[in-house]
């Protein structure tokens, strides 16, 4: 996520956007509009100049260049909007693209239509998608790696699979429960996989990406990347909760050092847990803070991250926590 800058869905078919700093309110909301772009499902930030965001929507990915300094109102579509990304017709499906994740060198983007098993991949340069699939199990999950070798696609059925992005061939896991993982040749696993997050490459060499799923309330599961060219999973399991709270979303702080989870549990409001996180070589976790629901009406957040502020230093970041009406901006400090 740019060091300054977060957007939120405004409507069904409007993005805003504010520019932020500590010490000070954030600026009115610029808003991204187009005609094309209705049922927004998915934002996404280039992970390169901190320019460009990609929209998900009704009909394909709308790639906008925000302005350095975008004003109150509407944006103009000359000038902003970079480009349309349409999906490839064999996996168009709906066309509501709802997920979205970026290579971390910004020139591929990678899709997932509502209701379709496959992926899309887009170069951006050309805006040419390629449809990638090995399953008609749908897509729950899907996050690139930071160095960009391997793309993770979770399954509704709990099925793990990893993506070689050079080739675009895979291998797929099953869940097995207790924390498992196994061929998938052997059954598909017993829970949809929630969530997916991969950790910093300085927190890990060869590869590290948690997991949680449906039916593993209150816990994570770490998936270490091991071997070379062909390589494999080895599970371990991390209690985070009291195993009444599901995970419903995490994120990683860029230098790895600190996991921010979201859980919710039945009747009681979501809650925002930040852990200090160690690799060496297995993950160990320290609950360092707690962010509570402001309200008992507040709803489940929709997403969490981390906002590094220029000039501030690792140390300072801000906890973004997206509900279904606001964002909050929680200022955190690192001893």
């Given at each position: 996520?740019p060091?300054?800058?977060q957007?939120q869905?405004?409507?069904s078919?409007?993005v805003?956007?504010?520019?932020?700093?500590?010490?000070?309110?954030?600026?009115?909301?610029?808003?991204?509009?187009?005609?094309?772009?209705?049922?927004?499902a998915?934002?996404s930030?280039r992970?390169?100049?901190?320019?460009?965001?990609?929209?998900?929507?009704?009909?394909?990915v709308a790639?906008?260049?925000?302005?350095?300094?975008?004003?109150a109102g509407?944006?103009?579509?000359?000038?902003?909007?970079?480009?349309?990304?349409a999906?490839?017709?064999?996996?168009?499906g709906?066309?509501q693209?709802n997920?979205?994740?970026?290579?971390?060198?910004?020139?591929?983007?990678?899709g997932?239509?509502?209701?379709?098993?496959?992926?899309q991949?887009?170069?951006?340069?050309?805006?040419?998608a390629?449809?990638?699939?090995a399953?008609?199990?749908?897509?729950?999950?899907?996050?690139?790696s930071?160095?960009?070798?391997?793309l993770f696609?979770?399954?509704?059925?709990?099925?793990?699979?990893?993506w070689?992005?050079?080739?675009?061939t895979?291998?797929?896991w099953?869940?097995?429960g207790?924390?498992?993982?196994?061929s998938?040749?052997?059954?598909?696993g017993p829970?949809?996989?929630?969530?997916?997050a991969?950790?910093?490459?300085?927190?890990?060499?060869?590869?590290?990406?948690?997991?949680?799923?449906?039916?593993?309330?209150?816990?994570?599961?770490?998936?270490?990347?091991?071997?070379?060219?062909?390589?494999?999973?080895?599970?371990?399991?991390?209690?985070?909760?009291?195993?009444?709270?599901?995970?419903?979303g995490?994120?990683?702080?860029?230098?790895?050092?600190?996991?921010?989870v979201?859980?919710?549990a039945?009747?009681?409001?979501?809650?925002?847990?930040l852990?200090?996180?160690?690799?060496?070589?297995?993950?160990t976790?320290?609950?360092v803070?707690?962010?509570?629901?402001?309200?008992?009406?507040?709803?489940t957040?929709?997403?969490?991250?981390?906002?590094?502020?220029?000039?501030?230093?690792?140390?300072?970041p801000?906890?973004?926590?997206?509900r279904?009406?606001?964002?909050?901006?929680?200022?955190?400090?690192?001893?």
């Amino acid at each position: 996520m740019p060091l300054d800058r977060q957007a939120q869905e405004e409507s069904s078919s409007g993005v805003a956007v504010w520019r932020v700093g500590r010490g000070r309110s954030p600026d009115p909301a610029a808003v991204l509009a187009h005609e094309l772009q209705s049922d927004v499902a998915a934002l996404s930030w280039r992970p390169v100049g901190g320019r460009d965001l990609a929209v998900g929507c009704g009909t394909g990915v709308a790639l906008w260049r925000v302005p350095p300094d975008p004003g109150a109102g509407a944006l103009a579509v000359e000038g902003p909007v970079l480009t349309w990304l349409a999906p490839a017709p064999a996996l168009a499906g709906t066309g509501q693209v709802n997920m979205l994740t970026w290579h971390p060198e910004g020139h591929l983007l990678a899709g997932v239509c509502r209701g379709v098993a496959g992926i899309q991949v887009w170069d951006v340069a050309t805006g040419r998608a390629t449809p990638v699939r090995a399953t008609s199990d749908p897509t729950t999950a899907l996050a690139w790696s930071p160095c960009g070798a391997y793309l993770f696609q979770g399954h509704a059925s709990g099925t793990l699979r990893l993506w070689e992005t050079t080739a675009w061939t895979s291998q797929a896991w099953a869940y097995g429960g207790s924390h498992s993982v196994h061929s998938a040749r052997a059954g598909p696993g017993p829970s949809l996989v929630v969530a997916a997050a991969w950790a910093p490459a300085r927190l890990s060499a060869q590869g590290l990406v948690l997991v949680a799923h449906a039916e593993a309330p209150g816990s994570l599961t770490a998936l270490h990347m091991t071997g070379a060219s062909a390589p494999s999973l080895e599970a371990q399991p991390m209690p985070i909760a009291d195993g009444k709270e599901e995970v419903t979303g995490m994120a990683w702080n860029p230098d790895g050092q600190r996991l921010a989870v979201s859980l919710a549990a039945a009747g009681r409001p979501a809650t925002i847990v930040l852990y200090a996180i160690c690799c060496d070589p297995l993950v160990t976790t320290r609950v360092v803070g707690e962010v509570p629901s402001e309200t008992e009406d507040d709803a489940t957040p929709t997403s969490v991250a981390f906002v590094g502020l220029k000039g501030s230093g690792p140390n300072h970041p801000l906890l973004a926590i997206a509900r279904s009406s606001r964002i909050a901006l929680i200022p955190l400090e690192y001893a």
